[in-house]
Nanobody
């Protein structure tokens, strides 16, 4: 069974840091793409970051470039999203999802994790 489970969300003050984890099951993390998306109630889900595990290439939304870093651990079958210099506008439910290659299109990703809440206070 393929499965993704996020963890690491919480409440943090603006300027603080959090590291989200995505535990993967049923993936090799050799030729997968793991994306991070976020969603605020009443708004569409948006792509935040993605990593192609085949070559380690990454991509970031402009809004998080220079502040967020995505990485993968082949041995632990984990993908991480390190979030620094957090802003109130980063508040959202964060999801990880799997695909064959990184893209910003939700339809390209399946399965999805259940999400983890990140709240940044001002």
């Amino acid at each position: 069974e393929v499965r993704l489970v996020e963890s690491g969300g919480g409440l943090v003050q603006a300027g603080g840091s959090l590291r989200l984890s995505c535990a993967t099951s049923g993936f090799t993390l050799v030729d997968d793409a793991i994306g991070w998306f976020r969603q605020v109630p009443g708004k569409e889900r948006e792509g935040v970051s993605c990593i192609n595990t085949s070559d380690g290439s990454t991509r970031y939304a402009d809004s998080v470039k220079g502040r967020f870093t995505v990485s993968s651990d082949y041995d632990k079958k984990m993908v991480y999203l390190q979030m620094n210099s957090l802003k109130p506008e980063d508040t959202a439910v964060y999801y990880c999802a799997a695909s064959f290659v990184c893209s910003w299109y939700e339809a390209d990703f399946n399965p999805w994790g259940q999400g983890t809440q990140v709240t940044v206070s001002s």
